[in-house]
Structure formats: C-alpha cells, structure tokens
C-alpha cells in the first residue's frame, strides 16, 4: 500500500480523493486536480491490467463534483 500525503475526502476501492486530485494506494499513481480536465482519463486509466474501472470511474466523478471541475467525462464513459 502507498502512502497517501493528502487529505483523503473519499474513499473507492484502491482509489481515494484528496485535496490533492485522485491518488491510487496500490501504486504511485495519481492524477492532479488541475489535470482532471483533460480528456480521455476514464479511457487512459481504466486500460490498465490493475486498474478496478468501476472504483476508478467512482473516484474519477465524485473527484470532479468536489474540485468543481467540468468535464465531458463525467457523463461519459
């Protein structure tokens, strides 16, 4: 498990959202809430073999509704 600096504001599965953006616990991946705008997150992420797409897609949204970000995203996967 990676230790996780950030305030964690939710928890899903392996993923959790900080103050900081979306951060993975079981490897050092993460995702800065000023880079949550950018396209194809849901795409990138969830074609890794160790990536659970239901808890990323989780996290990924609720990510969004808390750092008030507005994607396409967020409606489609």
Not at 26 to 44: C, G, Q, S, V
Not at 45 to 67: G, P, S
Request: aromatic share 14%; hydrophobic share 40%.
């Amino acid at each position: 498990m990676v230790k996780v600096d950030s305030e964690i504001i939710a928890t899903f599965g392996d993923w959790v959202v900080t103050d900081y953006g979306i951060e993975c616990t079981y490897t050092n991946y993460f995702i800065a809430k000023e880079r949550l705008p950018e396209p194809d997150w849901i795409h990138h992420v969830c074609q890794k073999t160790w990536v659970n797409k239901v808890d990323f897609e989780n996290a990924f949204k609720h990510a969004l509704d808390v750092h008030n970000v507005i994607s396409h995203q967020k409606d489609h996967y």
